[in-house]
């Protein structure tokens, strides 16, 4: 299975085997490090690989309403580095009552 260059990848949701697969090349490529990073604040580079799809859908829905982050922010009164975190990826800082808010607000609760 071929990984295409870009961010393409980022817009479907990967297989069980597809983010093996990119988990393993990311370790190979940068090493040891982000395993130890991934040990030492717990995270699971598997999940977050899995999660980027839900962040960059976020944010293409956001962006076909034609909302900014601002806007979002003062509807759902959820602050700004929040959207900012579940649009980016970041996994660990995400707060799950907040990303279900989000997602209900852009429509996407069949999706998830």
């Known amino acids: 299975m071929a990984i295409e260059k870009g961010q393409g990848w980022r817009r479907k949701i990967l297989?069980?085997?597809e983010v093996k697969v990119a988990t393993r090349l990311i370790k190979e490529m940068i090493g040891g490090a982000i395993e130890n990073a991934g040990m030492k604040y717990n995270l699971d580079?598997?999940?977050g690989i899995r999660f980027m799809t839900v962040g960059t859908h976020c944010q293409d829905a956001r962006e076909s309403i034609g909302k900014s982050i601002k806007g979002v922010s003062q509807t759902l009164k959820i602050p700004?580095?929040?959207i900012r975190e579940i649009e980016s990826?970041?996994?660990s800082r995400i707060r799950p009552d907040m990303l279900k808010n989000?997602?209900?607000f852009l429509g996407l609760e069949e999706w998830f």
């Open 15 to 17: 297989s069980t085997k």
């Open 45 to 47: 580079m598997e999940d």
């Open 80 to 82: 700004q580095y929040r």
């Open 89 to 91: 990826g970041g996994i």
């Open 102 to 104: 989000y997602i209900i």
